[in-house]
């Protein structure tokens, strides 16, 4: 474990101009941004022209607040970027090291969003095939084309390629890959179970093929992972673990729950 923990923390990503953005995405900023500069209006408004007290009391205490949000916001998007905090590329060092996959044959990422897991893997499996599936929604402004720029940019286009796709139902044949990974990506379907959405990723694993799916995986939403996890084993499959990181990739579980993440886990586990 040692061994792969050090291999990762020599695998620097972002250091040819690459953009892999942030897991706080821009728009969700931007709305906040413009609410509080609208809430800021309306208390001078009341203030200054209707000269209804009351109203401009309240919305200056809805400006402050919204103003804390966005400084909070502001600090969260920071610690995730690359060159910033590195809060992602950390968790992305983690995932990888807990991964016993040997590099060989092929590598799913369900969720690659702007490429850069799927890119750490290409780097440190250099004789894997590695596909990155995505939906893209327009909220973090990921693409295809941008997974494909950054990898060219990193030099593992040739191994790297970037599909469309549904998380709900993969669009790949039963036992198509030897790895499955995933990073922050179920808990964003609304709507959609998440047991279900595992079990889908694990469909298209190789018999003898090894997983790593990471997520906030708090309880309203995923209900008793530990049950989970028996009844993989009971399935036949076999090192099944539910890894805390939380504690391992934020430092602490206060540190991630400031950054939304508190319920961070890993699944990991061999088909």
Known sequence: MQQKRNQQAEIRLGSHGEDYG?????????????????AVVLAALSFSVFHITVLGVLFSVVAA?????????T?????????GGGIMEQVHRVVLSHLDYDGQG???????????LSIRAALTWPESKVTGMDYWGAVYNYSKALCEKNAASEGVASRCVFRHGDANHLDFPDESFDAVISNYVY???????????????????KKGGVFALNDDMKPKLYGDMDVFAQKLREMGYQDVRLIDTAEEAFGSHRRAAMMMLGSSRLLVGRK
């Open 75 to 83: 600090w969260i998007r920071r610690q995730y970027a690359f060159g």
């Open 106 to 116: 092929s590598l799913l990422e369900v969720g690659c969003g702007s490429g850069a």
């Open 22 to 38: 942030s897991w706080m995405s821009n728009p969700v900023f931007y709305i906040i941004g413009g609410i509080t500069a609208l």
């Open 65 to 73: 607040a919204l103003a804390a949000l966005l400084v909070w916001i």
């Open 187 to 205: 808990h964003n379907i609304m709507g959609a179970d998440m047991h279900k959405l595992l079990l889908e990723s694990l469909r298209v694993l």
